[in-house]
């Protein structure tokens, strides 16, 4: 052993100038933590809207007479003990939200071995209660069935904005006597996205990057749950439904999901997803290929982004919960847009567009809706033309 | 340019791409797997679990620490840069008065050390030593539902030696849980390990008695102590594990107690260490693999 080895004699770790743990600090009570919805800045609920009880859990760390440390604190009945250890695996411990400030937020979202879907918000929850350093991590989740999920229009944004309003702030943190089912209200994807220019234009990105389904990580420079937000309502529902994923989370490969966005990390995530089955891309400064298959669709979104109609997309996805293929997808633009033009069709064009969508080229029951909506509007406009036509001698 | 040995890893056995730097399954450093390829033989895996918040990362960084400066007149060598990381955490946070982080419970975020140690004396052999720093959550996960972190299943399936950490300090005050939870690992081991019910365990499994400063009375009869403090663990201690032994431990000196503004409670600052027991434990682990 050397000479100078401290272990030569006992270790006095004394030095001038360390840290104490503020000396001479009157203590005071500790700011009140904030939920979700605050540090987002939700609205409220909009009046009226639907609500269903669903099965959620809380995640986090506490002490308690059992234990100490990261577990399910509290849980539903009707959360099963196979769900619980899937959960306890990839719920998010110390130090894992991206963010080290009192105001991080993250959401994930997967489906479950019991095909079920766990969708959780994250924040923190202030000091990690063993001090040794870091923010508490809080996850608030819920599990829905696809009935549920499909409420939602599978939409896991919306469930996790649903979540933060219906907690507020008021987090779990010790073990409660009594865990009663969680209301959740049913929003519109007009009340859950609220991207700005930059946003959108990430969410774009984004969103042609779920139509091709391959594990990525991404980064952005915007507001990460805003651009999911955003991106999931250009998505049709089928391809939301298998879009597991985490914002604003670490990677770790115990949370295996099909894609990681992130905010702009200095190049952490990167170096971090190497060697696994992940393409990182920086969404700020991507630029997609858009896949010729889907092309007539992303053109179509992208013309209704610009018109400020957003949300008509979003309601058509809401809707396309089965599979669809490319070509049925760039049917129902061609199916918008024949009707968004119909009152200004001549007797000509008409006819093409009564030859075109004659019948209906799948079982959806979207193109089905949507086909008698149009059968309906091209013959209103008929009747009009033949009105307008001049009486023949 | 030395090329990288592919091998499976050591602890779930699959293979990964050569650029990997943590198992895609398990999160174990590849390296370990290349190294012990390229040397030809399998280092001995030797497992430091205990509850959360006994002191798992502290131990394990002073111990890593002390072996790197040749106490105790051994010779350490890291195998690789990862090794040395929770070392140089511990003595740092330690050396500016604070504990360090938590360890997380995802796997990637584990310290792995991976060290050859010998004895300093003639012909002594080289073990080659891999020790992970597991998080004390993902321990009682695992514990309580068995499957839930394969990799802890799979490291203390193929564990040569165990070194199972326990808070003398809250036994001593009466409480039950470091009790039950020691029962919980060591009944979770013998279900891993005996396949008949007549077999005992033959792991050498050292009881380290952590924050023994605040019963100073262990360190002069650690058996005593477990016999009486943690009864349920002597007995099945006694009743299943034929090689078992009792060590007590401590490496604070003293303690301070600060509140902080944006704190509730008290934070324990660590004022000083002076560490006792540390490396018992250990050598006597070395000794039986």
């Given at each position: 052993?050397?000479?100078?080895?401290?272990?030569?004699?006992?270790?006095?770790?004394?030095?001038?100038?360390?840290?104490?743990?503020?000396?001479?600090?009157t203590?005071?009570?500790?700011?009140?933590?904030?939920?979700?919805?605050?540090?987002?800045?939700?609205?409220?609920?909009?009046?009226?809207?639907?609500?269903?009880?669903?099965?959620?859990?809380?995640?986090?760390?506490?002490?308690?007479?059992?234990?100490?440390?990261?577990?399910?604190?509290?849980?539903?009945?009707?959360?099963?003990?196979?769900?619980?250890?899937?959960?306890?695996?990839?719920?998010p411990?110390?130090?894992?939200?991206?963010?080290?400030?009192?105001?991080?937020?993250?959401?994930?979202f997967?489906?479950?071995t019991?095909?079920?879907?766990?969708?959780?918000?994250?924040?923190?929850?202030?000091?990690?209660?063993?001090?040794?350093?870091?923010?508490?991590?809080y996850?608030?989740?819920?599990v829905?069935?696809?009935?549920?999920?499909?409420?939602?229009?599978?939409?896991?944004?919306?469930?996790?904005?649903?979540i933060a309003?219906?907690?507020?702030?008021?987090?779990v943190?010790?073990?409660?006597?009594?865990?009663?089912?969680?209301?959740?209200?049913?929003?519109?994807?007009?009340?859950?996205?609220?991207?700005?220019?930059?946003?959108?234009?990430?969410?774009?990105?984004?969103?042609?990057?779920?139509?091709?389904?391959?594990?990525?990580?991404?980064?952005?420079?915007?507001?990460?749950?805003?651009?999911?937000?955003?991106?999931?309502?250009?998505?049709?529902?089928?391809?939301?439904?298998?879009?597991?994923?985490?914002?604003?989370?670490?990677?770790?490969?115990?949370?295996?999901?099909?894609?990681?966005?992130?905010?702009?990390?200095?190049?952490?995530?990167?170096?971090?997803?190497?060697?696994?089955?992940?393409?990182?891309?920086?969404?700020?400064?991507?630029?997609?290929?858009?896949p010729?298959?889907?092309?007539?669709?992303?053109?179509?979104?992208?013309?209704?982004?610009?018109?400020?109609?957003?949300?008509?997309?979003?309601?058509?996805?809401?809707?396309?919960?089965?599979?669809?293929?490319?070509e049925l997808?760039?049917?129902?633009?061609?199916?918008?847009d024949?009707?968004?033009?119909?009152?200004?069709?001549?007797?000509?064009?008409?006819?093409?567009?009564?030859?075109?969508?004659?019948?209906?080229?799948?079982?959806?029951?979207?193109?089905?809706?949507?086909?008698?909506?149009?059968?309906?509007?091209?013959?209103?406009?008929?009747?009009?033309?033949?009105?307008?036509?001049?009486?023949?001698? | 340019?030395?090329?990288?040995?592919?091998?499976?890893?050591?602890?779930?056995?699959?293979?990964?791409?050569?650029?990997?730097?943590?198992?895609?399954?398990?999160?174990?450093?590849?390296?370990?797997?290349?190294?012990?390829?390229?040397?030809?033989?399998?280092?001995?895996?030797?497992?430091?679990?205990?509850?959360?918040?006994?002191?798992?990362?502290?131990?394990?960084?002073?111990?890593l620490?002390?072996?790197?400066?040749?106490?105790?007149?051994?010779?350490?060598?890291?195998?690789?840069?990862?090794?040395?990381?929770?070392?140089?955490?511990?003595?740092?946070?330690?050396?500016?008065?604070?504990?360090?982080?938590?360890?997380?419970?995802?796997?990637?975020?584990?310290?792995?050390?991976?060290?050859?140690?010998?004895?300093?004396?003639?012909?002594?052999?080289?073990?080659?030593?891999?020790m992970?720093?597991?998080?004390?959550?993902?321990?009682?996960?695992?514990?309580a539902?068995?499957?839930?972190?394969?990799?802890?299943?799979?490291?203390?399936?193929?564990?040569?030696?165990?070194?199972?950490?326990?808070?003398?300090?809250?036994?001593?005050h009466?409480?039950?849980?470091?009790?039950?939870?020691?029962?919980?690992?060591?009944?979770?081991?013998?279900?891993?390990?005996a396949?008949?019910?007549?077999?005992?365990?033959?792991?050498?499994?050292?009881?380290?008695?952590?924050?023994?400063?605040?019963?100073?009375?262990?360190?002069?009869?650690?058996?005593?102590?477990?016999?009486?403090?943690?009864?349920?663990?002597?007995n099945?201690?006694?009743?299943?594990?034929?090689?078992?032994e009792?060590?007590?431990?401590?490496?604070?000196?003293?303690?301070?107690?600060?509140?902080?503004a944006?704190?509730?409670?008290?934070?324990?600052?660590?004022?000083?260490?002076?560490?006792?027991?540390?490396l018992?434990?250990?050598?006597?682990?070395?000794?039986?693999?």
């Amino acid at each position: 052993m050397s000479p100078k080895s401290p272990y030569l004699r006992t270790v006095s770790i004394n030095r001038p100038g360390a840290a104490v743990a503020n000396p001479g600090t009157t203590a005071t009570v500790a700011a009140p933590v904030r939920g979700p919805a605050s540090i987002l800045g939700l609205s409220p609920e909009p009046q009226g809207c639907e609500k269903i009880t669903v099965e959620h859990a809380v995640f986090t760390s506490i002490r308690s007479h059992t234990g100490e440390g990261y577990r399910l604190i509290a849980a539903t009945p009707g959360i099963r003990q196979d769900e619980r250890a899937e959960i306890t695996r990839r719920c998010p411990s110390h130090g894992s939200l991206c963010d080290d400030s009192a105001n991080a937020v993250g959401m994930s979202f997967f489906t479950l071995t019991s095909e079920r879907h766990l969708i959780a918000i994250h924040c923190h929850a202030g000091v990690e209660h063993t001090a040794r350093g870091g923010q508490r991590v809080y996850t608030h989740l819920v599990v829905l069935d696809n009935a549920q999920f499909a409420q939602f229009g599978n939409d896991a944004g919306r469930v996790a904005f649903a979540i933060a309003r219906a907690i507020g702030d008021a987090l779990v943190l010790k073990t409660p006597t009594r865990f009663d089912s969680l209301t959740l209200a049913v929003t519109t994807p007009a009340d859950a996205v609220r991207a700005d220019k930059t946003t959108a234009e990430s969410a774009r990105n984004l969103a042609i990057y779920l139509l091709n389904n391959q594990s990525r990580a991404f980064t952005t420079a915007n507001d990460s749950l805003q651009t999911l937000s955003a991106a999931l309502s250009q998505t049709p529902a089928f391809i939301r439904a298998r879009a597991a994923c985490t914002v604003g989370l670490k990677f770790s490969p115990s949370r295996p999901m099909r894609f990681i966005l992130a905010p702009k990390d200095g190049g952490e995530l990167a170096r971090n997803v190497r060697g696994h089955e992940y393409e990182f891309v920086d969404l700020s400064t991507a630029t997609p290929q858009v896949p010729q298959t889907f092309a007539a669709w992303i053109d179509f979104v992208d013309r209704r982004i610009k018109t400020g109609r957003l949300n008509e997309v979003a309601a058509l996805n809401d809707e396309l919960t089965t599979h669809c293929p490319a070509e049925l997808l760039n049917r129902f633009a061609e199916m918008c847009d024949a009707m968004n033009c119909v009152d200004r069709l001549d007797a000509e064009g008409l006819e093409k567009a009564r030859t075109r969508f004659a019948q209906p080229v799948s079982q959806s029951p979207a193109e089905a809706k949507r086909l008698m909506a149009l059968h309906v509007a091209m013959d209103r406009r008929a009747t009009a033309l033949k009105k307008d036509k001049p009486a023949t001698p | 340019m030395k090329q990288p040995v592919v091998a499976p890893c050591l602890i779930c056995e699959q293979y990964n791409s050569s650029d990997a730097q943590l198992c895609k399954t398990c999160s174990a450093p590849t390296s370990i797997a290349t190294d012990s390829a390229a040397m030809g033989r399998k280092p001995s895996i030797v497992s430091i679990v205990g509850e959360s918040n006994v002191g798992k990362t502290v131990y394990l960084g002073f111990l890593l620490d002390m072996l790197s400066q040749r106490a105790g007149d051994f010779e350490a060598i890291p195998k690789g840069a990862f090794s040395i990381d929770i070392q140089q955490t511990v003595i740092s946070h330690m050396s500016r008065r604070s504990f360090p982080p938590k360890t997380p419970m995802e796997v990637n975020q584990w310290y792995w050390a991976y060290y050859q140690v010998r004895r300093r004396m003639q012909n002594a052999k080289w073990a080659d030593l891999v020790m992970p720093d597991m998080a004390g959550e993902s321990l009682s996960a695992e514990v309580a539902t068995p499957q839930t972190f394969g990799v802890i299943r799979n490291l203390l399936a193929k564990s040569e030696g165990a070194l199972l950490l326990i808070d003398a300090a809250m036994a001593a005050h009466g409480s039950q849980n470091p009790d039950f939870f020691a029962m919980k690992i060591l009944s979770y081991i013998d279900s891993l390990r005996a396949t008949k019910r007549e077999e005992k365990v033959s792991m050498p499994t050292a009881v380290v008695l952590c924050k023994a400063d605040h019963c100073p009375e262990c360190f002069d009869h650690p058996r005593r102590f477990v016999e009486a403090n943690l009864n349920r663990l002597w007995n099945l201690c006694k009743s299943r594990f034929e090689n078992v032994e009792f060590f007590a431990s401590s490496v604070i000196g003293s303690l301070g107690y600060a509140t902080l503004a944006d704190h509730e409670g008290v934070v324990p600052v660590p004022l000083h260490t002076a560490l006792r027991g540390v490396l018992e434990p250990f050598e006597w682990i070395l000794d039986q693999i």
